[in-house]
Nanobody, 121 residues
Framework: QVHLVESGGGLVQAGGSLRLSCTTS?????MGWFRQAPGKEREFVVA????????YYGDSVKGRFTISRDNARSTVFLQMNNLKPEDTAVYYC?????????????????WGQGTQVTVSS
């Protein structure tokens, strides 16, 4: 069993920045971030292969969001810059134990509780 603890959400004006963190209690193959806005499906944001450091970004966040990891702290970070109102959503951290499609929620084995990000215009 892997537990994920997220932090860092909040309210920010458009053009601002936020950094989300997700700490895992166990070793995983990869970590990802998804987001879900009211009335919409869960959307892939970004993922990182834990050992290789390979990263994968959703089209809507490329050039604005950056994922990184701190092996010693078992933590991944999502740096979000130039935020837009359409980035408003609950952001979920997810962990997977084996290879597979990075952008599909069903590929992930464990999920965090979610953290709200609200971007005002």
């Amino acid at each position: 069993q892997v537990h994920l603890v997220e932090s860092g959400g909040g309210l920010v004006q458009a053009g601002g920045s936020l950094r989300l963190s997700c700490t895992t209690s166990g070793r995983t193959y990869a970590m990802g971030w998804f987001r879900q806005a009211p009335g919409k499906e869960r959307e892939f944001v970004v993922a990182i292969n834990w050992s290789l450091g390979s990263t994968y970004y959703g089209d809507s966040v490329k050039g604005r969001f950056t994922i990184s990891r701190d092996n010693a702290r078992s933590t991944v970070f999502l740096q979000m810059n130039n935020l837009k109102p359409e980035d408003t959503a609950v952001y979920y951290c997810a962990a997977r134990l084996k290879p597979g499609p990075y952008n599909l929620p069903r590929s992930y084995d464990y999920w965090g509780q979610g953290t709200q990000v609200t971007v005002s215009s």
